[in-house]
């Protein structure tokens, strides 16, 4: 059967799996690992293997064999039962997502018009996307092979073998390496000896007990401090809550809402329920790890894109089986099955990480709220500048809003500093101002960090007698200069090439650095303050495993006394010896033709001044500007992000835009010039008559940056009053869409709620 054939054959079921299977159901509806936006029909196998929702299956698509998950079992289909085919292999011995996973993957699937296939395979651990049994987490160990009589005979002369010996046939199912090594010390060697003799196997051994729970520190290891009023408060609020109810936890930086959390943990967790915990940032997690290790006496698994392979699957799988009762992880951790699911925590709610860009297109914060009304749970969304979507939720009462107006202890609010900087001459992107506090906070022995979101040495490279500039040849954007690895780099799509010596077009030598970058001001730093401990914390400098937290450990304790990096450094880390905060450029969010620009300048500017002054000694916060009197700018630093919102929301009601409006945004690239644009045109045509006079069509034009990795890029942006009249016209037009004529080099993407209109 051919690939067309294939694609005949999909019915288009959406809807949640059958609770109860029909005694004589033979047909499978699979979600397959392929893009073909929906649900596809086969038959039970012939080998009477019995199947069931939530289970993995080898099926054949085309002339190609695909892994398929299983959602619901029928007894018809919409296509002749003769012309379905069985599947080939079964490849799980019994359900690894249940039910409710499913219901909640596909109604994910739907709400975001992504394919079926993509949201459930998404879900799982690398490993099982592909047709490959289940990892083997049981622990390695030893196990006899013979008997005390036929071994005595040969362990005469060798008591430590005796010993060990003895000790496992006591097991006969044997003892795991740790176990046996806190039994019988380092017995590496006399094991070695016992297997060359044929007494003893290796082995997988059924723990006794909870892998995670052996090695937890003991109960007390850290006294809780006591909550301020505020904080009590809204621990109680959530914790009086039966059911699902949204709260959104708004307080300064610094307020102690993580102390809130882990009082809401504590109380779940006694309640005998598991608890989900996302975060942005893979930066953020062994922080908030090594907090709740020390705090929370209960199994705990972790979950992001650094960890191997086969230690996500352990994960996962401890997480499914409820074997680990609290899950820390990134955006795609909220697909994880928790069937004992009893609270949901988002840290850091309004940050962009947690909006997945590409593929499966979804909103990780959005889902969290679903996953805990699916599970009848308090949702908790955490943040000091909390996204407008969210605000406007809790001031229309869909959400609680519970406020922590002050920082904990007796830290104080920093004060902000505005520089001017229009007509001053900057050393490197420093202003005399700055350099001066600087030095000032180091003769004090203090500890400050500088914020640049703008990695490597120089934005750009230039030829000084012809004026060539380092354009990426494959982006509408310029290469920036890393001049540690000499390297002209595109932070779009990744090309590289080796820093030149000679302008490319002229052959001059005369090859200037223009604009600043991390890099540029580290070395500028260096030779300004010679011999102070200092830090660049951007990706280039946390490459290698490990490396971020190195740092952001040193700095927490205080061996760099000056902390440089990009916005990897605003995102919620505690650093208590910090007093002075040095912005050295915000203002192209003052003036970005994304309508959310203003908003997440005011997130960044409120997060990384929110680093200064967290313990007993003051901060400040020094802010370069070349617009110190912008009118969004002046009201965030007189009366806080709160009024900042306030005003941006009524701007937002008044142009009629999210969090008013509802939006989905079509994407299509082609290497071809024009190829793009064309084929929003013919969906503009498509989707008008289908759409009604509520719809609004923006567009197609061509995206922010046209050209991107090699690909001409176009964009079409819907916009109804409601969610549900937008999921209505998507509905209709996406299925019509897949059945336009397009260039087979064409792709096209969906995104529903769309948060970057880059």
């Given at each position: 059967?051919?690939?067309?054939?294939?694609?005949?054959?999909?019915?288009?079921?959406?809807?949640?799996?059958?609770?109860?299977?029909?005694?004589?159901?033979?047909?499978?509806?699979?979600?397959?690992?392929?893009?073909?936006?929906?649900?596809?029909?086969?038959?039970?196998?012939?080998?009477?293997?019995?199947?069931?929702?939530?289970?993995?299956?080898?099926?054949?698509?085309?002339?190609?064999?695909?892994?398929?998950?299983?959602?619901?079992?029928?007894?018809?289909?919409?296509?002749?039962?003769?012309?379905?085919?069985?599947?080939?292999?079964?490849?799980?011995?019994?359900?690894?997502?249940?039910?409710?996973?499913?219901?909640?993957?596909?109604?994910?699937?739907?709400?975001?018009?992504?394919?079926?296939?993509?949201?459930?395979?998404?879900?799982?651990?690398?490993?099982?996307?592909?047709?490959?049994?289940?990892?083997?987490?049981?622990?390695?160990?030893?196990?006899?092979?013979?008997?005390?009589?036929?071994?005595?005979?040969?362990?005469?002369?060798?008591?430590?073998?005796?010993?060990?010996?003895?000790?496992?046939?006591?097991?006969?199912?044997?003892?795991?390496?740790?176990?046996?090594?806190?039994?019988?010390?380092?017995?590496?060697?006399?094991?070695?000896?016992?297997?060359?003799?044929?007494?003893?196997?290796?082995?997988?051994?059924?723990?006794?007990?909870?892998?995670?729970?052996?090695?937890?520190?003991?109960?007390?290891?850290?006294?809780?401090?006591?909550?301020?009023?505020?904080?009590?408060?809204?621990?109680?609020?959530?914790?009086?809550?039966?059911?699902?109810?949204?709260?959104?936890?708004?307080?300064?930086?610094?307020?102690?809402?993580?102390?809130?959390?882990?009082?809401?943990?504590?109380?779940?967790?006694?309640?005998?329920?598991?608890?989900?915990?996302?975060?942005?940032?893979?930066?953020?997690?062994?922080?908030?790890?090594?907090?709740?290790?020390?705090?929370?006496?209960?199994?705990?698994?972790?979950?992001?894109?650094?960890?191997?392979?086969?230690?996500?699957?352990?994960?996962?799988?401890?997480?499914?089986?409820?074997?680990?009762?609290?899950?820390?992880?990134?955006?795609?951790?909220?697909?994880?099955p928790l069937p004992d699911l009893g609270l949901?925590?988002?840290?850091?709610?309004?940050?962009?990480?947690?909006?997945?860009?590409?593929?499966?297109?979804?909103?990780?914060?959005?889902?969290?709220?679903?996953?805990?009304?699916?599970?009848?749970?308090?949702?908790?969304?955490?943040?000091?500048?909390?996204?407008?979507?969210?605000?406007?939720?809790?001031?229309?009462?869909?959400?609680?809003?519970?406020?922590?107006?002050?920082?904990?202890?007796?830290?104080?609010?920093?004060?902000?500093?505005?520089?001017?900087?229009?007509?001053?001459?900057?050393?490197?992107?420093?202003?005399?101002?700055?350099?001066?506090?600087?030095?000032?906070?180091?003769?004090?022995?203090?500890?400050?960090?500088?914020?640049?979101?703008?990695?490597?040495?120089?934005?750009?490279?230039?030829?000084?007698?012809?004026?060539?500039?380092?354009?990426?040849?494959?982006?509408?954007?310029?290469?920036?200069?890393?001049?540690?690895?000499?390297?002209?780099?595109?932070?779009?799509?990744?090309?590289?090439?080796?820093?030149?010596?000679?302008?490319?077009?002229?052959?001059?030598?005369?090859?200037?650095?223009?604009?600043?970058?991390?890099?540029?001001?580290?070395?500028?730093?260096?030779?300004?303050?010679?011999?102070?401990?200092?830090?660049?914390?951007?990706?280039?400098?946390?490459?290698?495993?490990?490396?971020?937290?190195?740092?952001?450990?040193?700095?927490?304790?205080?061996?760099?006394?000056?902390?440089?990096?990009?916005?990897?450094?605003?995102?919620?880390?505690?650093?208590?010896?910090?007093?002075?905060?040095?912005?050295?450029?915000?203002?192209?969010?003052?003036?970005?033709?994304?309508?959310?620009?203003?908003?997440?300048?005011?997130?960044?500017?409120?997060?990384?001044?929110?680093?200064?002054?967290?313990?007993?000694?003051?901060?400040?916060?020094?802010?370069?500007?070349?617009?110190?009197?912008?009118?969004?700018?002046?009201?965030?630093?007189?009366e806080g992000y709160g009024a900042f919102a306030?005003?941006?929301?009524?701007?937002?009601?008044?142009?009629?835009?999210?969090?008013?409006?509802?939006?989905?945004?079509?994407?299509?690239?082609?290497?071809?010039?024009?190829?793009?644009?064309?084929?929003?045109?013919?969906?503009?045509?498509?989707?008008?008559?289908?759409?009604?006079?509520?719809?609004?069509?923006?567009?197609p034009a061509p995206a922010q940056m046209e050209?991107?990795?090699?690909?001409?890029?176009?964009?079409?942006?819907?916009?109804?009053?409601?969610?549900?009249?937008?999921?209505?016209?998507?509905?209709?037009?996406?299925?019509?869409?897949?059945?336009?004529?397009?260039?087979?080099?064409?792709?096209?993407?969906?995104?529903?709620?769309?948060?970057?209109?880059?």
């Amino acid at each position: 059967m051919d690939r067309r054939r294939a694609i005949r054959r999909v019915t288009p079921h959406t809807e949640p799996p059958a609770l109860s299977v029909p005694a004589d159901a033979r047909i499978l509806r699979v979600a397959v690992a392929a893009p073909l936006g929906a649900l596809l029909d086969y038959l039970s196998p012939e080998n009477g293997h019995p199947v069931l929702p939530g289970m993995r299956v080898l099926v054949p698509l085309g002339r190609s064999r695909r892994v398929g998950m299983v959602t619901s079992l029928a007894t018809g289909s919409a296509l002749p039962v003769a012309s379905l085919r069985p599947v080939l292999e079964v490849l799980d011995p019994s359900p690894i997502l249940s039910e409710g996973d499913l219901s909640f993957l596909l109604w994910a699937a739907e709400y975001y018009r992504g394919d079926p296939g993509e949201a459930l395979f998404g879900a799982l651990p690398v490993r099982l996307r592909r047709p490959r049994p289940l990892l083997d987490d049981r622990p390695r160990g030893w196990r006899a092979t013979a008997s005390q009589k036929q071994a005595a005979a040969q362990l005469q002369r060798a008591p430590r073998q005796r010993e060990l010996f003895a000790l496992l046939t006591a097991h006969p199912r044997g003892l795991d390496d740790a176990t046996l090594r806190k039994r019988a010390g380092d017995c590496s060697a006399p094991l070695r000896a016992l297997a060359a003799r044929d007494l003893i196997e290796r082995c997988r051994v059924a723990a006794t007990q909870p892998a995670a729970e052996a090695d937890l520190p003991p109960r007390g290891a850290a006294t809780p401090p006591a909550l301020n009023p505020h904080q009590a408060e809204a621990a109680e609020a959530v914790a009086a809550c039966s059911g699902f109810t949204g709260f959104l936890l708004d307080g300064v930086t610094g307020s102690g809402k993580t102390e809130v959390y882990l009082r809401l943990i504590d109380r779940a967790l006694a309640d005998g329920r598991q608890v989900l915990v996302l975060v942005p940032e893979i930066g953020l997690t062994p922080q908030l790890h090594q907090r709740f290790e020390t705090r929370i006496q209960a199994p705990m698994a972790v979950l992001h894109s650094g960890l191997a392979e086969t230690d996500r699957e352990r994960a996962w799988r401890a997480a499914a089986s409820g074997q680990a009762r609290l899950l820390l992880g990134t955006r795609s951790a909220v697909f994880t099955p928790l069937p004992d699911l009893g609270l949901v925590v988002v840290d850091e709610e309004h940050d962009l990480s947690l909006k997945q860009q590409d593929g499966f297109r979804y909103s990780a914060r959005d889902l969290a709220v679903r996953r805990a009304q699916q599970a009848d749970c308090p949702a908790v969304l955490g943040s000091a500048t909390p996204a407008l979507e969210t605000l406007q939720n809790a001031r229309a009462g869909r959400y609680r809003h519970l406020i922590l107006p002050k920082r904990a202890g007796d830290a104080r609010e920093p004060e902000v500093l505005i520089a001017d900087i229009r007509a001053q001459p900057l050393d490197t992107g420093l202003s005399h101002a700055l350099l001066t506090r600087m030095s000032t906070e180091i003769e004090a022995g203090n500890q400050m960090l500088l914020f640049l979101n703008r990695r490597g040495f120089s934005p750009v490279l230039t030829c000084h007698d012809c004026g060539w500039i380092s354009e990426c040849t494959r982006c509408d954007a310029r290469m920036t200069l890393h001049r540690g690895r000499a390297l002209l780099v595109c932070h779009h799509c990744g090309l590289e090439q080796m820093q030149p010596v000679r302008c490319p077009y002229c052959q001059s030598p005369d090859l200037r650095p223009l604009g600043q970058g991390t890099e540029r001001v580290e070395d500028t730093l260096r030779q300004r303050f010679p011999g102070i401990p200092m830090a660049r914390i951007d990706r280039d400098s946390t490459r290698r495993r490990g490396e971020l937290e190195r740092l952001l450990a040193a700095a927490h304790r205080g061996e760099h006394r000056i902390l440089l990096g990009t916005q990897m450094l605003a995102k919620g880390h505690h650093l208590p010896g910090i007093t002075l905060v040095g912005i050295l450029d915000l203002d192209h969010g003052l003036y970005g033709s994304d309508f959310r620009a203003a908003e997440r300048m005011a997130q960044l500017l409120m997060q990384v001044a929110g680093r200064a002054g967290r313990a007993d000694k003051p901060g400040t916060v020094m802010l370069q500007t070349r617009h110190p009197r912008h009118p969004m700018l002046e009201l965030l630093l007189r009366e806080g992000y709160g009024a900042f919102a306030t005003a941006a929301l009524a701007e937002r009601h008044d142009a009629n835009l999210p969090p008013f409006s509802h939006q989905a945004m079509l994407h299509a690239d082609s290497p071809r010039q024009g190829a793009a644009l064309e084929f929003l045109l013919q969906v503009l045509d498509l989707g008008r008559p289908m759409a009604g006079a509520e719809v609004e069509f923006w567009g197609p034009a061509p995206a922010q940056m046209e050209r991107r990795a090699g690909r001409v890029r176009a964009q079409l942006l819907l916009q109804a009053p409601s969610r549900a009249v937008l999921q209505r016209l998507l509905a209709r037009l996406l299925p019509a869409l897949r059945g336009l004529k397009r260039p087979r080099e064409l792709r096209w993407a969906i995104d529903v709620d769309p948060q970057d209109g880059y």
